[in-house]
């Protein structure tokens, strides 16, 4: 059974789910695009927990919002009914972009994560960092054919990919995989809302409280 209250620096020795320049600029993201997209992995894999909130009848797959329960113990998302309210794991990973030798963030879910993860027990690869990875993109493809990871032969890391490794960020991507506290996670929720012209009513931290019967933070803007 998956995992959604572990958050932050993982290692490529945790289980599969079930389910350079220090990256700190908006272009410092690598967009998977159609066609090869050849990475080399240089940081361990990144968990975070979030959700794509939007209202009932919204279009679009939502606003991206962290999960607040894997440190805050509740969250208001979760608390919503409905499957597509349920907290998902993504990971954040560094990586070299070969196509611009850049560090950048890379941000997957479980299909690309799995595939990888797979290559480091395969006793001919191992370590992601040990070879490059072309992560194929084929937009015509369907759910099971949209994604294609192929490793390269393995191959020493240059001294410019070593360089890049040393001075990545990776107290950003930790940074990036906290929970939400509940008070921020709420403002987020106000935002989606009035970006898309529902009535929201802004609470105040002190509207924000706690039912001791329940156990639950009790937000006047959840329902």
Not at 49 to 68: A, M
Not at 84 to 112: C, H, Q, S
Request: hydrophobic residues 30%; charged residues 30%.
């Amino acid at each position: 059974m998956s995992d959604t209250n572990k958050y932050g620096m993982t290692s490529w020795d945790d289980p599969a789910p079930v389910s350079g320049n220090k990256p700190n600029r908006k272009d410092s993201w690598i967009k998977l695009k159609n066609g090869s997209n050849v990475i080399r992995c240089i940081t361990d894999p990144y968990r975070y927990i979030t959700h794509n909130f939007k209202e009932e009848g919204d279009s679009g797959i939502g606003e991206k919002i962290n999960c607040s329960k894997p440190l805050h113990g509740t969250c208001p998302i979760c608390s919503k009914p409905g499957k597509e309210n349920a907290p998902k794991m993504r990971w954040y990973l560094g990586v070299i972009d070969r196509e611009t030798d850049t560090a950048k963030i890379m941000d997957v879910g479980p299909f690309v994560y799995k595939a990888i993860l797979a290559l480091t027990r395969d006793a001919d690869y191992g370590s992601p960092t040990k070879y490059d990875i072309d992560i194929k993109v084929n937009k015509e493809g369907g759910p099971t054919g949209y994604y294609t990871v192929i490793p390269k032969p393995p191959k020493a890391m240059t001294a410019n990919d070593i360089n890049h490794q040393a001075s990545f960020d990776v107290e950003g991507l930790q940074k990036r995989c906290t929970p939400l506290d509940l008070v921020s996670i709420q403002e987020k929720i106000d935002a989606y809302r009035t970006k898309r012209g529902h009535k929201v009513e802004k609470a105040q931290v002190e509207d924000v409280s706690f039912d001791q019967e329940s156990g639950t933070v009790l937000f006047p803007n959840a329902d």
